[in-house]
């Protein structure tokens, strides 16, 4: 069974993120959500903390190995500093992290270096589609199989950085099976569509994408002429939103709780007034609750268990369902204020509105 205690390296890791949500994330987030635009120099130094690089081996220019444990701690705390901030500096692992877990070797060696090394680069994966019923498993681009390639066809959206991206890893159906394909920017037949205007994560710059007659070589298929199965990818991807959805909602509890300490009703602070407290403690406890089913889920990803598919998809729905009611709950306990952005939560209930939505934005 999996450990409680993080490891000294995982400590380090952890302490450098909460130090960096703190003092960089947390400050620049509302300016950033205002204007819409993250600034390049927050992105860097998030970058520079080396969560993607830490989960890439040596042998492809990365530290260490990959661990989706030790990725969703650092995930919850980059959501306690700002979402947006935390799928920007994420977006290179949902191109980097699919080739390193299906990749053959030839793709590892020649994908994964231009992607981590030096400063952040826009390489982004391209999955989520405008389907009211869309399914990772099920999906409505289609590639077709040529003697010399793939054609795709389809379009797919919230594509983080697509006006800038360098390649997209596009996820296709191909005779029934989800499979990626390594698309380079400026590749014939692909259109950048107009940036998305969204309620929530509004720092983070999204778009549409657009692939018609798009050919690709028989190499651009993400594990070679056999493919590679999707379920640990997507499982991956659930379980980074879900360790984001936990961070923050924790942000969110955590201010609520301070409010309420302070805030005094008929000379009594309101965290006192049973409803109040009934709230706060229903907050923490499926916070709590839903972390656990994260770790777990990670876990059982680093082991390859058969399960952590399924634990990965009810850890996403639980952290997903969670963030709404955290947030909305802290909008309630401040009252007025609450619908004021003076205060952050406000900005946590838009953004908590938009994270069910977001599978394939972040990879662990």
Same mark, same amino acid.
């Given at each position: 069974m999996y450990a409680f205690e993080p490891t000294e390296e995982q400590r380090m890791l952890i302490d450098a993120v909460q130090r960096y949500a703190a003092n960089d994330l947390r400050p620049a987030a509302r300016e950033a959500d205002e204007s819409g635009e993250l600034p390049q120099d927050l992105i860097e130094k998030g970058w520079e903390l080396g969560v993607l690089q830490?989960?890439?081996?040596?042998?492809?220019?990365?530290?260490?190995?990959?661990?989706?444990?030790?990725?969703?701690?650092?995930?919850?705390?980059? /959501?306690?500093?700002?979402? %947006? #901030?935390?799928?920007?500096?994420?977006?290179? *692992?949902?191109?980097? $992290?699919?080739?390193?877990? !299906?990749?053959?070797?030839?793709q590892k060696s020649e994908l994964i270096p231009p992607v981590i090394e030096a400063e952040w680069k826009p390489y982004v994966a391209a999955l989520i589609e405008p389907a009211y019923d869309f399914h990772a498993a099920d999906l409505s681009t289609t590639a077709k199989a040529l003697k010399t390639g793939y054609v795709l066809n389809g379009k797919k959206v919230y594509v983080p950085f697509a006006d800038k991206a360098e390649a997209f890893l596009v996820f296709a159906n191909l005779d029934g099976q989800t499979? /990626?394909?390594?698309?380079? %920017? #400026?590749?014939?037949?692909?259109?950048?569509? *107009?940036?998305?205007? $969204?309620?929530?994560?509004? !720092?983070?710059?999204?778009?549409?994408?657009?692939?018609?007659?798009?050919?690709?070589?028989?190499?651009?298929?993400?594990?070679?002429?056999?493919?590679?199965?999707?379920?640990?990818?997507?499982?991956?991807s659930q379980v980074a939103i879900a360790g984001l959805a936990t961070g923050m909602s924790r942000a969110a509890c955590e201010y609520a709780l301070e409010y309420a300490k302070e805030r005094e009703a008929f000379d009594v602070p309101i965290a006192q007034k049973q409803s109040i407290a009934f709230m706060l403690a229903e907050m923490a406890t499926e916070i709590e609750s839903i972390r656990l089913l994260v770790w777990e889920a990670a876990w059982q990803l680093d082991a390859g268990k058969?399960?952590?598919?399924?634990?990965?998809?009810?850890?996403?729905?639980?952290?997903?369902?969670?963030?709404?009611?955290?947030?909305?709950?802290?909008?309630?306990?401040?009252?007025?204020?609450?619908?004021?952005?003076?205060?952050?939560?406000?900005?946590?209930?838009?953004?908590g509105g938009g994270i069910s939505t977001l599978t394939g934005l972040s990879m662990v």
């Open positions: 830490a989960s890439i081996p040596d042998a492809y220019g990365g530290f260490g190995e990959h661990s989706a444990v030790t990725s969703v701690l650092a995930a919850e705390e980059l /959501g306690w500093g700002d979402l %947006a #901030g935390a799928f920007a500096i994420m977006a290179p *692992g949902t191109f980097a $992290l699919p080739v390193l877990m !299906a990749g053959t070797d030839e499979q /990626g394909f390594v698309v380079p %920017a #400026g590749t014939e037949g692909v259109t950048i569509g *107009g940036r998305e205007k $969204l309620m929530g994560i509004k !720092a983070l710059p999204t778009f549409e994408l657009q692939l018609e007659k798009v050919k690709v070589p028989l190499k651009a298929r993400l594990g070679g002429d056999n493919g590679h199965a999707v379920d640990t990818i997507i499982a991956s058969d399960e952590a598919a399924r634990s990965a998809y009810l850890a996403f729905v639980g952290a997903t369902d969670m963030a709404m009611m955290v947030t909305d709950r802290a909008v309630q306990i401040l009252g007025g204020h609450g619908y004021i952005r003076e205060h952050p939560v406000e900005m946590w209930m838009r953004n």
